[in-house]
């Protein structure tokens, strides 16, 4: 197990280092994409509320892998050349934007409404109210299942690995095929994937009790 | 527009059918399975064996905090490499099941650690044993909480049974694969196809998780 982690460590190294950019990325632009429907759904149009859920609600229901291949095989055929990398991170962003949609807009009921109707009743338009007083108390509420949502983001990337896209597990499936010794291999790449997720996950519950 | 005519012919159609039963096959037996072991895992982390349930509890984080995909890899690569040899169809279960059953022994534990204390010690000065008072008192009101989030974790089951497809499982996505494979024309007809299958199946699911929800909530 030890030759297998001394002979790859570069290999292995890269490997965390794309999955790692990747779940980054994705947290980041998820996270804008996630915003902007939560706030959407909160507005008082139906319309909007209605092309929020729709959004929401489709890619919560269909699975990563099928958005990522999407990215992955059919944008290249129809619109422009994309990689692996980009193909895989564009799906887990829009997967996971849906995701959290949902943890911003609870994280916005979860203010008092009183907050709203004092900053209207103050003259601030709906916008002004949301982005300068409802979203900077909601963020509060979103912290802890925001960092959830990077464990999962960090366990998903795996799908990277189908759209050749240089993370840990494509790594390790090199590795494992080149080297035949796959338990050995995967328990290494186990064993990384769990010096990322264990300590957030851990840190994270610590941080859930001590809000709560 | 004429690609979705042809790419749906009922052939097609039949053989994307055909991959997802094998979908709903994987997910429906490790969901059961899962429930088993879920259930006996998040007691044992419940009523706190000396240390048993830290040792319990640990394999649970362990198992929770790996990327599935791996867990597939290591039930049908790695562990053929030590002998073990199983069919596709039990591997893509099996690696299922040991990763679902950490995530529902999460969920019932919890389910189980919000029925307020008083209900046991209620049950207990009644004159009810311990395991009575689980039984009669604590599980079935714990069972009311628990069922939504064990309805959205079967969601993700069948959502995730598509990653057997690279140990080529024949479920949904691997027969969608194939039939775009043999003709590119069909490929944005497959992939509509499979959002709206994944789509009908999960979101009817989740309809019938608020229906419980709102129906057990009174």
């Known amino acids: ?212 | 527009m004429s690609d979705f005519i042809a790419a749906y012919s009922w052939e097609n159609i039949r053989y994307l059918l055909q991959g997802l039963l094998v979908t709903i096959e994987v997910s429906v037996i490790s969901i059961i399975f899962s429930f088993i072991i879920g259930a006996i895992l998040g007691l044992t982390r419940y009523i706190k064996v000396k240390r048993l349930s830290a040792i319990v509890g640990f394999v649970i984080d362990l198992i929770r905090n790996l990327p599935l995909l791996l867990i597939l890899f290591f039930v049908y690569f790695g562990l053929a490499n030590v002998g073990i040899r199983l069919s596709i169809f039990w591997s893509a279960t099996l690696a299922m099941t040991v990763f679902e059953s950490a995530m529902l022994a999460e969920i019932i534990r919890s389910g189980i650690q919000a029925v307020e204390p008083g209900q046991m010690e209620g049950a207990r000065a009644n004159g009810l044993t311990y395991w009575q008072g689980l039984r009669v008192i604590v599980l079935p009101q714990a069972l009311k909480k628990m069922i939504p989030p064990l309805v959205s974790q079967f969601i993700s089951l069948i959502k995730d049974t598509s990653l057997a497809t690279i140990i080529v499982l024949p479920e949904l996505l691997y027969h969608a694969q194939l039939v775009y494979g043999q003709n590119t024309n069909y490929v944005i007809p497959m992939f509509v196809a499979l959002a709206v299958m994944y789509f009908v199946v999960c979101y009817a699911l989740s309809l019938v998780s608020r229906y419980l929800e709102r129906r057990l909530a009174r």
């Open chain 1, 1 to 212: 197990m030890i030759t297998i982690f001394t002979e790859n460590w570069q290999a292995l190294l890269t490997g965390l280092g794309y999955t790692l950019f990747s779940s980054i990325l994705a947290l980041f632009f998820s996270l804008i994409i996630g915003s902007f429907f939560a706030i959407l759904e909160e507005m008082p149009y139906r319309i909007l509320k209605i092309i929020a859920r729709i959004y929401i609600e489709v890619f919560r229901n269909i699975p990563l892998l099928v958005v990522a291949m999407f990215f992955y095989v059919v944008v290249p055929m129809y619109v422009t050349n994309i990689n692996g990398f980009t193909a895989g991170t564009i799906g887990l962003t829009i997967y996971t934007s849906a995701f959290i949609a949902e943890t911003v807009r609870a994280g916005i009921q979860a203010v008092d409404p009183g907050q709203m109707e004092g900053a209207r009743s103050n003259g601030l338009t709906f916008m002004q109210a949301m982005f300068h007083i409802i979203l900077p108390q909601a963020f509060k509420y979103v912290i802890p299942p925001l960092g959830n949502q990077f464990i999962n983001l960090v366990k998903n990337s795996s799908v990277l690995a189908f759209v050749a896209g240089f993370d840990l597990m494509y790594q390790g499936d090199i590795i494992a095929s080149t080297t035949f010794d796959t338990i050995n291999t995967y328990i290494i790449i186990g064993v990384l994937y769990l010096i990322i997720t264990m300590p957030l996950s851990y840190y994270m519950r610590h941080l859930e009790k001590k809000l709560s």
